[in-house]
């Protein structure tokens, strides 16, 4: 079956009781068609179905911070091609937190005006969010919520990582960026991350030497998902059958 993220915005928007459905069910067999081991893994935490198609496959986009500066708000738009990893994730998290299991995606490249460097956007989500060593973290260091900045996928409360003290060197050397205040990045009361870097341009030689450093290190990794235009690849080589749509109009905060 085709599960047209536009089509099920469209059959929740008919009545109460089709929205009720699609939220409880239609979503989660969209998010099981294009990312199945993932969100099989993830499915033992009961998360929001219509957060997580969206984080799937929406790139949420780029809005300056205390944290970190860009001269514009950079628009979120629809991913033709994301890979999830929960190896990567490891290195978005503090050392006492690695028993933690997080599935970042690549970042999504924004060319920007009048500067040399990519914007970096990525995402992720924590699996048991609310068991997790990250959460009781916060909360054990009485990090305060932002004010201004919710989550872009369920309109949740966030907290910032950076302002935490809890973004680790290595999310550095994973993303490309070494200078203070290249990168931010935050965790909603749900577990949905959302975050912002700068990357470094790179030589065609830095790059080759990276990309087979990250095969090597994903070559041991459980699970490693792409989540592409017209459907998922799972580490097994099993496809989905679904085509790319937007989400927005079903997008932000969810009820």
Not at 135 to 140: F, T, V, Y
Not at 244 to 250: C, D, F, L, P, T
């Amino acid at each position: 079956m085709n599960w047209d993220p536009q089509l099920l915005c469209l059959t929740s928007r008919i009545s109460r009781r089709l929205r009720e459905l699609a939220k409880r069910i239609l979503w989660r067999y969209h998010c099981l068609s294009r990312a199945p081991k993932m969100v099989s893994a993830l499915a033992n935490g009961a998360p929001n179905w219509l957060a997580l198609a969206k984080l799937l496959c929406f790139c949420c986009g780029c809005v300056p911070n205390r944290n970190f500066r860009v001269n514009r708000v950079q628009p979120g738009h629809v991913a033709k091609e994301t890979r999830f990893s929960k190896t990567s994730g490891k290195s978005f998290l503090a050392r006492t937190c690695r028993e933690d299991t997080l599935y970042i995606s690549d970042p999504c490249e924004h060319a920007v005006e009048d500067c040399e460097d990519y914007l970096g956007v990525y995402r992720g989500v924590f699996r048991g969010f609310a068991r997790s060593r990250t959460r009781a973290c916060l909360i054990r260091r009485q990090v305060e919520l932002e004010q201004q900045i919710r989550c872009p996928y369920c309109g949740e409360r966030v907290w910032s990582m950076t302002s935490a003290r809890l973004v680790p060197r290595s999310a550095s050397r994973r993303l490309g960026t070494n200078e203070e205040g290249s990168l931010e990045y935050f965790v909603c009361l749900n577990g949905h991350l959302h975050g912002s870097c700068w990357l470094v341009p790179l030589s065609s030689d830095e790059d080759e030497a990276g990309n087979l450093e990250e095969e090597e290190e994903d070559r041991g990794a459980d699970v490693d998902v792409d989540v592409e235009e017209g459907g998922a690849h799972g580490s097994d080589g099993s496809d989905g059958d679904v085509g790319m749509a937007s989400v927005r109009e079903n997008g932000g905060a969810v009820g």
